[in-house]
């Protein structure tokens, strides 16, 4: 993990935080506690804010799905009261086609409680839930999913949905509600029946892996007060290319209210040969400025209305 520290206007200098960690992806911290979700487990370290190094060994607060095969992201977002963990597991395969022992505890979103690490299913069915944020004017969780693939260029669309405690949201048997995909062995119609229609669809085999609610300090234009960042990391299924770009999308009431507005495009060239960018990680600076990490210019963009 690396540490980025304002130095001076406009001059950050950057750290080896903290090493030797497994494909870490979620990071938390709660008080004086850094929590970072590897593959495999969830480990805890003291934090000192004005430290430029973690050192000490740490240590595991649970262990989390780690066959590594297909999805080893796993996002992580903590309670507003600190009391447990929200963690993504995405699938170990696109539709079960490794069988369905390698799926356990796969394709939800666990909760972890932050005092014995003890855990449990929050939400199931969930494809690949990669970034998990609280919307604040209801308090409820969201995600950004990663649905399948193979089906065409133009399924399935991935999405943006609250996530309900205990729900099921329909992989592998189905998507989007209760469109049966017919590839599945075996069929499930009990559980179909009980798939819930996410929230807001974002086009298919985009690849979404930030999400970032718009705060009362976002230093965006008005446009931008209510509603959720998206970021868009763009798919190898696709053809022509969609995805890699920065959306935003209005909300009204808790629930999204219109369609997406562009907010930073241009990661490719017009012919679509060349790649300049990947958006992946979202989040807001002190001063209310949107964060971009970007894997394929292995760069951080910050974004502001001057």
Same mark, same amino acid.
């Given at each position: ?187 499930? *119609?009990?559980? /179909? ?13 985009? =690849? !979404?892996? $930030? +999400? ?47 369609? *997406?507005?562009? /907010? ?13 960018? =990947? !958006?992946? $990680? +979202? ?24």
């Amino acid at each position: 993990i690396t540490l980025l520290r304002l130095v001076a206007d406009g001059q950050w200098k950057k750290y080896k935080f903290l090493e030797h960690l497994h494909s870490p992806f979620g990071v938390q911290l709660i008080g004086n506690h850094l929590y970072v979700a590897n593959t495999n487990n969830i480990m805890k370290y003291h934090y000192d804010e004005n430290a430029t190094q973690i050192t000490d060994q740490g240590e595991e607060l649970s262990d989390l799905p780690d066959t590594v095969n297909h999805h080893w992201t796993k996002a992580l977002l903590a309670s507003k009261d600190g009391q447990k963990l929200y963690v993504g597991v995405g699938s170990n395969s696109n539709i079960t086609e490794n069988g369905l022992a390698i799926e356990y505890r796969r394709a939800t979103v666990l909760e972890v409680d932050v005092a014995t690490g003890a855990s449990r299913i929050f939400a199931s069915g969930i494809r690949n839930p990669t970034g998990l944020q609280w919307e604040p004017e209801t308090g409820k969780l969201w995600t950004i999913v990663n649905e399948r693939d193979e089906i065409g260029a133009s399924l399935v669309p991935d999405y943006l949905t609250s996530v309900q405690e205990k729900g099921f949201y329909g992989w592998p048997y189905s998507y989007y509600g209760q469109h049966v995909d017919e590839r599945v062995r075996p069929q499930r *119609p009990d559980l /179909v029946a009980k798939a819930i229609k996410p929230d807001y669809a974002l086009s298919s085999h985009v =690849a !979404p892996l $930030g +999400l970032w609610f718009a705060s009362n300090t976002t230093q965006l234009s008005d446009q931008f007060k209510n509603g959720a960042f998206v970021s868009n990391h763009g798919s190898w299924n696709r053809d022509p290319l969609n995805g890699y770009n920065v959306i935003f999308i209005p909300f009204k009431n808790g629930k999204p209210n219109g369609k *997406p507005v562009n /907010v930073v495009q241009g990661f490719y060239s017009k012919d679509e040969k060349t790649l300049y960018g =990947a !958006p992946v $990680g +979202l989040t807001e600076d002190k001063s209310g400025a949107l964060l971009i990490a970007d894997d394929v210019g292995n760069t951080v963009w910050r974004v502001y209305s001057p």
